[in-house]
């Protein structure tokens, strides 16, 4: 009996398994010594998919699912790394090319359906690279898990993101009705249909992103993304004084100095102030002086010194 068992189940497993891990090794090792090649061909393809282990693998499903996953995390960090020529746009990846991203995703998802994380990170990601495959795979993790009012919050933020206001209020009151869902996911229900666009809703968005993730790469989409709306309410506010004082003396002020002392009236949203610095610079969220375009008597941001969006 014990000699049947080692024969038609142990002995399988321990094929399978290591046959895994020695491709994963000799994919490596071939990585390591393989020669340049041109611009546009460093991503090989997969050389195993996982989705052909499934049912296969002994119970091990889960351990390849996280390795699956584990290179999703590194992909893009290593693309970047790789890459310090590009002007990087964390809202728009496609220059990096990261064409493996899905298909890891998508393995590590068909060999373990409940595997949230992996898919909270390419709802989060993939909207950056492909708005389909984002929707997709969002539809396949909440598909798999109808209980996970998250996976419902990560669909209904790619829906916004494309515009997609109905659907996205739709999938928000769908995430709302599961137990347990943050009050937060009614409140954008009722958000996307009258205010789907506005700042304030893309503010409550980012801000929940960024209380809700620990992986670093999301933390900084959203906190970029919070810099680039609260520099717009600045910008607003700035170009409005400026307009004012324009419209009395009949020029555009020299400098930002002349129109302090109407910025120090104005509160910003979330009762911010202005940011001055020691030369008395109105600075943005990222402490890099604004620019006055005298020309236009327009606020303009060091887009490449601060990465805020112009």
């Known amino acids: 009996m014990q000699r049947s068992t080692l024969a038609s189940v142990i002995l399988p497993a321990v094929i399978v398994i290591a046959g895994f891990a020695v491709v994963i090794t000799l994919s490596s090792y071939i990585e390591s010594v393989r020669p340049q090649l041109p611009a546009g061909y460093e991503d090989s393809d ?141 409140l954008m229900a009722a958000a996307m249909k009258t205010e789907g666009g506005s700042r304030e809703t893309a503010r409550s968005i980012y801000r929940q992103m960024l209380d809700s993730f620990d992986d670093e790469q999301v933390r900084i989409t959203a906190q970029r993304r919070l810099q680039d709306l609260d520099s717009l309410d600045e910008r607003d506010a700035i170009d409005k004084a400026l307009a004012e004082v324009k419209d009395i003396t009949g020029r555009c002020p020299s400098s930002f100095s002349e129109i302090l002392p109407r910025l120090a009236a104005v509160k910003l949203p979330g009762g911010r102030d202005f940011r001055i610095d020691k030369s008395r610079n109105i600075v943005d969220p990222t402490d890099i002086p604004y620019i006055l375009d005298q020309g236009n008597c327009k606020t303009v941001v060091d887009a490449d010194r601060s990465g805020i969006a112009p």
Do not use: C
């Not at 296969?56 to 970047?80: H, P, V």
């Not at 493996?100 to 990601?125: I, K």
């Not at 990560?154 to 997609?164: F, M, P, R, S, V």
């Open 46 to 186: 997969l050389a195993v998919q996982g989705s052909w282990l499934k049912g296969y693998a002994f119970g091990t499903e889960g351990l390849i699912a996280d390795w699956y996953y584990m290179r999703a995390l590194q992909y893009i960090g290593d693309k970047m790394l790789k890459s310090p020529e590009l002007e990087i746009d964390l809202g728009d990846l496609r220059s990096l090319n990261p064409r493996l991203l899905y298909p890891y995703l998508q393995n590590a998802t068909d060999l373990d359906p409940h595997f949230v994380a992996a898919f909270s990170y390419g709802a989060v990601v993939m909207p950056a690279i492909d708005s389909q495959q984002a929707i997709e795979l969002a539809k396949k993790g909440v598909a798999n898990n109808p209980d996970s009012w998250r996976l419902h919050q990560h669909l209904a933020y790619i829906y916004w993101k494309l515009g997609h206001y109905r659907e996205a209020s739709e999938t928000y009151q769908k995430g709302s009705e599961i137990e347990g869902a943050a009050p937060f996911m009614r």
